[in-house]
């Protein structure tokens, strides 16, 4: 039986440092619950366990001797197991073959032994079977499956490893209840079998059904670890959300703006990912998008502007119905975007700065004939009230910093201003610096009457920055809060509750 | 268009950039397989040499032309079927206008009208269909093919005109012939188009990141199926031109066209992976190209070695332009 300790665990991506302390002490036969806010380095832990990330500094000891995880494989050798968040899969591969993957039965050396496989699969598959749904069989490739069998197969593959030692980093975020009590009874068997589990989860409800422990990573360090009998939701949420709360300047709300007329009006939004959304963006009004990651609030800007044509419900845009189909419609009606992911979504790629501001410019006013010099004057000002630093307006965007190219895909919104402004996480990897000066621009904006709705991963930026704030919850909003009510613990608490 | 080189510190790297650029590139290689021609055979480099040549030149740069916008487009953007659309052309112009100056009007309109549609539909397989252009495209090629056989029955038929064989060949304005100046003439639409159009500056956009460029409003599929078309149009015209310089269509003339108007397109300083680039560069790649096949007609190189040579040089090009490519990521 394994006895983990990960002892001051650090590692850093240049300058950034994606887990300063990471603590963790994993006993035989329980279930270890990790939680943490967005990006607070639980998934990095758990990767240093799983040798898939190398630690910078710590030690790790299995049964009291120090050991060095220095891959996956030499993981697998020492009885780890792990499922993983992003799903690994190999998509034109059958169930039984994926979920062998790691160890296939091999006979004479080179051959996949065709019985043994499907003798143990099916082990495994006849304990998921009933909760499975349709379509799902051991010679079905993976690729035609749904997310939550998808789910089940990666679970079914980290049960396979046999490993004393389990890492489960949010294996139920796409399971239906049937499928998480049916999972939650197996690794109720695992720890009679003295098995050791680590569980990320965020939804508390599940926190405290499965876990036996619970430790708390905050900003890249644990800084709490008790047995779930003596603990509660309230005082793990404050021990996620921490001292800071009481003092810290970011959560005092700012001078709530007089909401004016409605800019942006929105009902019953449905689409893949979301249902049933409904607010309103008044004129000079920043309205905050929090929650996790991925609970819909990205699917909501992309449909509004036109990015993703399946969905239902109601837009308007200034009074007037708006139902773009594709950015174009929706550049029209006077709405803007701006990605976090501006490699995909914003920057043209190796082509100079000139090129990448104008293309909204060319839309709104329908033009047809390009002339460079007109241009450059044109969207100097939009520069430089961006503070952007370039040399030269030919001059590739990719030449520039991640928070200039940043700056010059948002420069392209403010040549002919549209009345609505969606930000979807639009401070992604991008410098400090530069942050500041987006959100004086975005303040500013919303002075001058815009309809802003800005999405944020960083919990600190949507405090310190939105009038108002819905938090999105598995595709739904499930809490409003204004005023007073924006804190940090208000947002943690809406944002892990069960939906 | 030079917005490939970097502004460079010291005069030294901004002689090298400048060294390093695919026109300049290509000039100097010009230059020097010119005085290497004449090396190997005096005469190579005299006016009247050099005009033949240039008309040559033009009939592929033409072919080029079309094949340069859909390569700019990017995503794999590549047109094969050019080949087959120049043959095409040929003997639908031919039959057109059977000898007669009166057909000259009605052959072109036929030309531009089919090479279109063609085109058209490269277009709407690769876009709608998502079929992958390399795949389309010879797909068309092979359709082009089977066509011809059918049409012509296996027996050559029609005749060029004779304006249209004076307008290719004969001296027309300061000794150059008619087709020179419609190169020419090209050569200036297409540097207007893609520096001056918002239409042009969307090619670029698609071609550097589509779904940004989708992102950003623009009309991805109909610019897309729109340079596909414009492909099939110039290599209509090509194949008329073709007519002309040759007084009647054989078998597959077109043939020929397929693989240098790529290599004339990345020669001048186009990638593969599009985006980037421009025409005046394929120009310059076109008669580089034609110079080079000359040399190789004038060393007794036969047709099958010179098409040996051609896809040895595609295969350098890429592999030259890849680590350029790599060295900068």
New interface residues.
Partial sequence: MSELIVRGARKAYGATVALSRGDLHLKPGEVHVLIGSNGSGKSTLCKIVAGSVKPDAGEVLLDGKPVTIDGPRAARALGIGIFYQELSLAARRTVAENILLPAMPVKGGIFVDRTELEERTARIIAEFQDVAGEGFAADVTVDRLRADQRQLVEIMKALASEAPILIFDEPTSALDRAQVDRFFEILRRLKQEGRAMVFISHRMDEIFSIGDRVTVIRDGATVASSAIAETNADEVIRQMVGEREALSAESKPPVPAAAGEPMLSVANLSGVGFRDVSFTVGKGEILGFGGLHGQGQSSVLRAIFGASAHHTGAIEVGGKACAARTPAEAIRNGIAYVSGDRGRDGTLTGRPILENVTPIHFLRNRLHLARPSVLTALVEGPLKALKTKFQDIGQPVNSLSGGNQQKVVIARWLIDRPSVLLLDDPTKGIDLAAKSDLFQLIRSLAAEGMGIVLYSSEDAELLANADRILVFNSGVVTRELQGEERTRYNLYHAAYEAA | M??DA??SRSAGNAALAFLKKPLVVALILIVLLLAVGEWLSPGFASPGQILRLLIVAALLGIVAAGQNLVILGGREGIDLSVGGIVSLAAILAGNVMNGADGGILPAILVCVIVGALFGLINGVGVTLLRIPPLVMTLGMLGVLQGLLVVIRNGIPSGRAAPGLSDFVVQPFLLGLPGIIWLWLLIGLAMAFLL????????V??IG??E?????????VKTTRVALFMLSGVFAAIAGMCLLGYSGSSFANVGEQYMLPSIIAVVLGGTPLSG??GGYTGTMAGAVLLVLLQSILTTVHIDEAGRQMVFGATLVALMLFYGRAKAMRG
């Fill in positions: 030079s917005t970097l502004p520096r001056r159009t918002v239409f042009g500056y969307r670029y956009a550097s990141n779904q940004a460029a989708f992102m950003a409003g623009m009309p985006g980037k």
